[in-house]
């Protein structure tokens, strides 16, 4: 069955990926919901409650609970790099050279969501490795989230800050 809400309809599609999903407050990326991670599910009664009527809550996406680990990477907003990644111009660039210096390719056959700042590139949490949010810790312009962290949902509407340029995947 075809939905015409288009937030419902993501909320959905997530779901039907096995993400736990959960509403964010419209056009922001703040719950909306107290104890989100707890109640972030793929019930489908339930995410028709939450997305019924002309509520266009944003959608949330509890990345430890759905079983992922979502790197963040964000434009450089203009900003110079610190002294470790000169040369990069956002974390596209620093997520390159992060896997260079691992002797790793650069990730790039994965599900890939544009931001406002930037994009999201999801990957599966690896069995039997619990991984937490990394913001600060990974580079300039890179973050992840995983478990005890979240992220807005493909389907989510938000505005682009001025001076944004979307990194290349």
């Known amino acids: 069955m075809m939905h015409s809400d288009p937030f419902l309809r993501a909320a959905l599609v997530a779901a039907a990926r096995g993400w736990s999903v959960f509403p964010l407050v419209p056009g922001e990326k703040t719950p909306a919901i107290r104890g989100w991670e707890q109640r972030a599910?793929?019930?489908?009664?339930?995410?028709?409650?939450?997305?019924?009527?002309?509520?266009?809550?944003?959608?949330?996406?509890?990345?430890?609970?759905s079983g992922l680990v979502v790197i963040d990477l964000d434009g450089g907003r203009g900003d110079r790099p610190p002294e470790r990644f000169a040369g990069a111009h956002d974390g596209h660039d620093v997520l390159a050279m992060l896997a260079d210096a691992a002797g790793a390719e650069m990730p790039s056959r994965t599900y890939t969501v544009t931001t406002p700042s930037g994009c999201h590139l999801y990957f599966r949490t690896p069995p039997g490795?619990?991984?937490?949010?990394?913001?600060?810790?990974?580079?300039?312009?890179?973050?992840?989230?995983?478990?005890?962290?979240?992220?807005?949902?493909a389907g989510s509407v938000r505005p682009r800050p001025a001076g944004f340029a979307v990194p290349s995947p």
Not at 46 to 55: F, Y
Not at 131 to 146: E, F, I, K, P, Y
């Open 129 to 153: 490795i619990s991984l937490r949010n990394s913001a600060g810790l990974l580079g300039w312009r890179v973050d992840s989230r995983a478990s005890g962290g979240y992220v807005v949902a």
């Open 41 to 65: 599910t793929v019930d489908r009664r339930q995410i028709h409650r939450w997305w019924s009527g002309e509520s266009c809550y944003n959608i949330g996406l509890a990345t430890g609970k």
